[in-house]
């Protein structure tokens, strides 16, 4: 007896213990729904739009999803002020870092935040600068002495760690990857560096030193690198050649495209000609590699895979764009560096331009207090998407613009706080959630049949073992009733026909002890003229 009822006990806590279990992962998978829905929320209002390779009879040299400041219906909405970003008045711009720092060509954020600049020292880059055929003119001047890159705090701006001297002639961009490591790239060598976290520790270098070349062994003015999280590693290859070379983690050749063009007046340009490539970002969550046609006048998406072209971003508010960055925040951001065309009369200032990835229209622009920026250069986005810098070619200027904090709020710092939520508003959004989303609302229908499957086997279980004891029970009093009565009450042993044990229960024959089971998988595809008496035992 209390063997069993120690049994219908550990039963009972096992159903309970599913029961919580249960009500748990309901819990979560609703939070979770309802973090989801919070999450699509603060992503700013979007017009829907289907990215589609371009048609070939399509004009090239517009934006190709149609979204020009033309057609933006701005009636209500005060775009230029939907994202902005302000001046950092703790940054220690216009004071310079020091001296010994010259025209910074190249700006990038490590995953810590720490701010890592490229600046060529006491060189400057003119029309003396190379000869025709774009060999470097001045390398009888020798290697940079100053340190050229740069670490600096991104609160302050205050220098943490310094490195490259006696190494480069002409910097021009810098690149941090996911691993901390640092590629660079020198316009008079003709070079791509990569170095590890620990600054002059060289761990790759590409292209032959001062020999310019088209081959795919060699660069021509290189001008910047961006890095997957697998490792594998995009070339802007530059100033000569206009192309864009893919690399595998190791350094081998994966893919090249894009040649050079030349275009002037109102000719189109296609997508695969380019006038000086001069940025590159990543959007990996989009699988796209982003590069700044820089005379051109547009941004250019090419798939990550393959480097098909995906779709143009071209407004009339671009003029030169000398850098592009990604920020994967508010579903994905583009912001864009303008500079002038002096050539063309036009009110547009050079500035950074913010651009929804998703309907590629300006939402946003930001500038120096002071109107404009004077020669820009290139960009970066903090892995946050809070801050960004701009670095302009005046000896160490590096501006940073912070996220207003009113947007910060709405798309870095809400968060849900399940105290002020009641549990009507939380189905609600559930629901609301698995009708919008087919796959999510299949997915959470079967968790719940198995879950109801689960509770209906263990309350099986603990009301067949709960009436087992009950007739078990009733059963030995009515014994322990006839054997007083006849004076008889003496201990025994309990036969099949006096009353229900567990082992009646699950078996019409007594055995002794449990019979081995079959562990062998018996195909259902066999003949079954085949079979013989050990198959069917196997079976049986």
């Excluded at 609703?30 to 048609?55: G, K, R």
């Excluded at 081995?516 to 079979?531: G, I, M, N, R």
Aim: charged fraction near 20%; hydrophobic fraction near 40%.
């Amino acid at each position: 007896m209390s063997v069993t009822v120690a049994l219908t006990a550990l039963v009972a806590c096992s159903s309970c213990c599913i029961l919580i279990t249960t009500a748990a992962s309901v819990s979560d998978l609703a939070s979770s729904d309802y973090q989801s829905l919070v999450t699509d929320d603060l992503q700013p209002q979007q017009i829907s739009v289907q990215l589609q390779q371009t048609d070939p009879g399509q004009l090239y040299g517009q934006n190709q999803m149609g979204h020009t400041l033309d057609n933006i219906d701005n009636s209500n909405v005060d775009f230029f002020h939907q994202f902005h970003l302000h001046e950092s008045s703790e940054w220690p711009f216009p004071q310079q870092i020091d001296n010994s720092i010259g025209q910074i060509s190249g700006v990038s954020i490590s995953k810590d935040n720490f701010v890592y600049i490229f600046h060529r020292g006491d060189r400057e880059w003119n029309q003396t600068t190379f000869f025709e055929n774009n060999v470097y003119r001045e390398k009888h001047k020798g290697p940079i002495s100053e340190q050229v890159v740069v670490v600096l705090d991104p609160k302050n701006g205050s220098v943490i760690k310094r490195w490259g001297s006696h190494r480069f002639y002409m910097p021009h961009g810098i690149t941090v990857d996911h691993e901390n490591n640092v590629w660079l790239t020198d316009v008079a060598l003709h070079q791509v560096f990569k170095f590890g976290p620990n600054s002059e520790d060289l761990l790759m270098a590409f292209g032959t030193a001062f020999v310019p070349g088209k081959d795919l062994d060699k660069f021509c003015k290189p001008t910047s690198v961006a890095v997957t999280t697998s490792g594998e590693f995009y070339v802007a290859d530059g100033y000569c050649n206009s192309r864009i070379i893919k690399f595998s983690a190791e350094g081998r050749v994966l893919l090249e495209w894009g040649r050079s063009t030349i275009v002037t007046g109102e000719m189109l340009v296609p997508p695969y000609q380019l006038w000086i490539p001069h940025a590159l970002t990543l959007a990996e969550d989009k699988e796209l590699i982003c590069v700044a046609d820089r005379e051109n006048s547009r941004v250019l998406c090419f798939n990550t895979n393959n480097g098909t072209f995906n779709f143009e971003i071209n407004p009339q508010l671009f003029q030169r764009l000398f850098s592009v960055a990604y920020s994967p925040m508010a579903g994905g951001l583009f912001y864009v560096l303008n500079d002038k065309n002096m050539d063309v009369i036009t009110d547009t200032l050079a500035q950074g331009i913010v651009i929804n990835a998703t309907s590629l229209e300006v939402i946003g622009q930001f500038h120096p207090k002071d109107n404009e920026f004077s020669r820009p250069h290139d960009m970066a986005v903090s892995p946050d998407g809070t801050s960004v810098y701009v670095v302009e070619l005046i000896r160490s200027h590096i501006r940073k613009f912070v996220l207003d904090s009113d947007i910060q709020n709405k798309f870095l710092n809400k968060s849900v706080d399940t105290l002020n939520v009641s549990e009507q508003e939380l189905m609600l959004n559930k629901y609301n959630v698995l009708e919008n989303c087919p796959g999510l609302r299949e997915n959470s229908g079967k968790q719940i049949l198995l879950i109801m499957l689960i509770i209906a086997v263990g309350l099986f279980f603990t009301a067949a073992i709960f009436v087992t004891v009950l007739i078990y029970t009733r059963t030995k009093s009515i014994a322990h009733r006839k054997d007083a009565a006849f004076s008889r009450w003496q201990p025994r042993t309990l036969n099949a026909a006096d009353g229900f044990t567990l082992g009646n229960i699950f078996n019409k024959k007594q055995r002794a002890g449990f019979e081995k089971l079959a562990t062998v998988e018996v195909s259902e595809d066999d003949d079954d003229d085949d079979y013989d008496d050990n198959d069917l035992n196997v079976r049986a």
